[in-house]
Structures are given as C-alpha cells and as structure tokens.
C-alpha cells in the first residue's frame, strides 16, 4: 500500500529574516521535522526564498523583472544548498524541482512530472519544487508558489496540503486564530486581508484562493506557521493554525487535473437548462449556450458559467469558439462531452 501525499508550501516571509537572508534556524527546524515524517508520507517540499535570497547579491536591486530572475538564479543554488546540508544529517537527500506552468497544463508534461517524482520518492529523495523563475513570462507564470503547491496536491492526490505563512492561520476579526473552517465560501474569503509579504508574492488572498480549489478537489488544507515548537507536525495533527475540510468528491485524476491544472482559454454563458443537465452529469449542447466570451480552440480548457456568471464547471472544447458560436441553434451540436466537464 503506498504512503498518502502531503505537500508542504513555505513562503518566503517564512523562512527568511526581513533583510531577505535565510533564515537558518528555521531551515533546520524544517528538516528535522520533516524527517520524522519522511518514513511515513510521500513528501513534496515548495519552497519560495530564491529570490530573497539571491536579491543582496543585486547591486541597487529595485525589484524589476529582469532583477528578480536574477536574484532566483542567484538565490536557488543557495537555497537547495542550505536544505541539502541540514536534510543531509538525517540521511535524506533533496532534488530540485523547477516547474513552469505549462508543465501542469499539458497533461503529457504534468504525467512526466508525476513519473519523476514517483521515481524519487521509491529512492526515499524528497523533491523541493520552486518555479522557474529565470525563464517564466508573465503569461505563462503561476502567481504564487501557493499555486505550484496547489496544482501538485490536487494533481497528485495529495491527502493534505500544508501551507506555511508568518501569519499563523487564518485570523478572525480580533486577531485570533480560527482553527477550523468547514468549507471556504464568500465569508471566509471576506476575512483575508492582502497580507503580501515585501519579499515574496502571496497573501492570505492567494492562499484562501487556492485553498478554495484544493478542498474541492478533495484535499484538506491546513495554514500554519512555525511560530510554535515542532510547528509541522502539530499542523498535520490539527493542533497548529486553521484546518480546512476536505470536499467529497467523485473527481478521477483526469478530471481534478481538468479541473485544478488546465489553463482557461475561453468562458461560455448557459441557462437554467443546460445547468440541470450538467448537474446530471450530462454532455454540455450549444442549445443552452446564451454566450461565447473570447476566443479557444478545439481541446482547450473554458469555463462555464451561470446567468449571473458565476463559475459552475469547466469543460473541454469539442470544437473552437467560432464554430461554436455558428451552431448555437443547432439541436444536439456537443460543445464539451459529460467525461470532459467537472461541475464545481
């Protein structure tokens, strides 16, 4: 019987001072913890701080594009190397992972990424992901590293995603802790503030955002800091930051990737007829289509939306968006096949 998943996410805030060095006494603190659990889960490390890290080594450094992928250049060998010296005496070795978006929007490249980390993880090696900074474009980035996390938890099936913030947890209007949260709806979203740290790129926002979408897709999510001792651990037992539940979902892998690592190329807008229908997990027919917004081919990814345009499924094109909107009166002209939709 394989070992269940977790992925754990630190942010940059977490594990470096604010002058931007690493912060070591945390960095051995997570590999020791680690390592107690390494004999019982498949582990996925995400780890921000390249850029932190490198961006002292930037004469004036301002914070530009071209200066930040210097710093990760600069920033990701010192990183791995920090990690590879302290998971080193437990008897761990560490591999770096630098993931691009397109490597999870192509579901050829995501199953090549799967296969490679199942080969590291029979070889007891524990992966550390980061994006690839240095050769990412603006349209093809991830927006955060809570968005790498996520796209390998629901992906891989990750039981539980951990995700590491200065903050602590999800915090209520007085400032405390909330430790749990059944279901993360426009309430809960409403309590975030946009907490971005000065030296990475997320915030309570982002991590809400994708927390959303991994407890959709059937994993439990815990935000947690180091702040208390043995942080890790007390996290994956409940006991450190705000726990969010799991959904029940009947999603195979081909439908969570669908669902979480494709990305959306166009949106279509349908009636109160054809939402029954895919709630009944039917094929979605040009008849209920009221809209075509934007432009997609044949196979790309869209979303689908209510009369109020809210996000209610994502489906596969069968055609592209031009055919589509030609055939909008025509009677049983499929536009995305029910194996191909995921109602959300």
């Known amino acids: ?43 996925v490390m995400v780890s921000s701080g390249a850029v932190g890290a490198g961006r002292g080594f930037i004469k004036n450094y301002r914070g530009t594009i071209s200066e930040r992928k210097a710093a990760a250049a600069i920033g990701n060998p010192l990183l791995l190397a920090k990690y590879t010296q302290y998971f080193s005496k437990y008897g761990i070795t560490v591999a770096q992972s630098l993931c691009e ?5 192509n579901r050829n490249q995501f199953l090549q990424l799967k296969e490679t980390y199942q080969e590291l993880w029979r070889n007891g090696v524990i992966p550390i992901a980061n994006e690839n900074d240095v050769v ?41 802790i909330i430790p749990y949260i059944s ?72 439908q969570k990737w669908l669902a979480s690592g494709s990305l959306i190329a166009g949106k279509v807008q349908v009636d109160s007829g054809a939402i029954k229908a895919l709630e009944n997990r039917k094929s979605l027919l040009a008849v209920g289509i009221k809209k075509v917004i934007g432009n997609f081919e044949k196979g790309e990814v869209f979303e689908i939306l209510d009369e109020k345009k809210n996000v209610i499924a994502i489906g596969r094109a069968r055609e592209n968006s031009v055919v589509i909107s030609e055939n909008l009166k025509t009677q049983n002209f499929e536009v995305a096949n029910a194996n191909e939709i995921v109602v959300l």
């Open 136 to 176: 990412s474009n603006l349209e093809l980035k991830f927006s955060d590293n809570d968005e790498l996390a996520t796209l390998i938890a629901t992906g891989f099936g990750a039981e539980t995603l951990l995700l590491c913030t200065s903050v602590g947890g999800l915090l209520d209007a007085d400032k405390n």
């Open 1 to 43: 019987m394989s070992k269940p998943i977790i992925v754990i996410k630190f942010g940059t805030a977490s594990i470096t001072h604010k002058t931007g060095e690493l912060n070591e006494e945390i960095l051995q603190e997570i590999a020791r913890q680690i390592s107690i659990l390494h004999a019982d889960y498949q582990i």
């Open 101 to 105: 978006r397109q490597h999870f929007a």
């Open 183 to 254: 279901k993360v709806d426009s309430a809960v979203l409403g309590l975030a503030n946009d907490d971005k740290s000065s030296l990475g790129l997320g915030g309570m926002i982002s991590k809400l955002t994708y927390t959303q979408l991994a407890t959709r897709m059937g994993t439990r999510v815990i935000i947690f800091g180091m702040q208390m001792g043995n942080g890790i651990l007390q996290a994956l037992n409940q006991q450190n930051g705000t726990v969010f539940s799991p959904q029940e979902v009947a999603l195979n892998a081909r």
